[in-house]
């Protein structure tokens, strides 16, 4: 098991957890939504590939409308 911090908020995954699983288990099945990965944001196409590691922090951010 590993520690991240998942939208600010210190969870445990288990080892080789991929973003994609992270974020269908958070109930994020939309594609209304950036994810950060250590201050970086990472492509859509990229979430089933991105395995998280130890200490790692994703941020979910969600689009605003204003003007």
Do not use: W
Not at 33 to 60: H, I, K, M
């Amino acid at each position: 098991m590993i520690t991240i911090r998942f939208n600010n908020e210190a969870i445990t995954v288990k080892k080789n957890h991929l973003l994609i699983d992270l974020l269908t288990e958070n109930g994020y099945t939309k594609s209304y939504y950036a994810v950060a990965l250590n201050r970086c944001f990472v492509q859509n196409t990229d979430y089933a590939t991105t395995l998280l590691c130890e200490g790692d922090v994703v941020e979910v951010v969600m689009p605003m409308q204003g003007g």
